[in-house]
């Protein structure tokens, strides 16, 4: 049974930073590409983040400089360092792991970015 879990989330104020985990079970996790996705009420799921099994990374123009993507391959899971958090950050964050046609998603952690 493949698992995605996320843990990381909370309120924070503007400016403020949050570090989201995504831990996996039931796969080889090495060998995915696994990234980050959010969604915000009314809106559309948008890619954030994404890195792949040789550790190439690529972030949405509006995190840039601000998010990091990273992996523990030996711990399973995936990271996202969220710095100078804005109020449009807020949404659900989700995490996905794919390889070949094998695609998995995570439920999601709430941030929510509040002054």
């Known amino acids: 049974q493949v698992q995605l879990v996320e843990s990381g989330g909370g309120v924070v104020q503007p400016g403020g930073s949050l570090r989201l985990s995504c831990t996996a079970s039931g796969i080889r996790f090495s060998i995915y590409t696994m990234a980050w996705y959010r969604q915000a009420p009314g809106n559309q799921r948008e890619l954030v983040a994404r890195i792949t099994n040789s550790g190439y990374t690529n972030l949405v123009d509006s995190a840039k400089g601000r998010f990091t993507v990273s992996r523990d391959n030996a711990e399973a899971t995936v990271y996202l360092q969220m710095n100078n958090l804005k109020s449009e950050d807020t949404a659900v964050y989700l995490c996905?792991?794919?390889?070949?046609?094998?695609?998995?998603w995570g439920q999601g952690t709430q941030v929510t970015v509040s002054s």
């Open positions: 996905n792991a794919v390889w070949l046609n094998e695609d998995y």
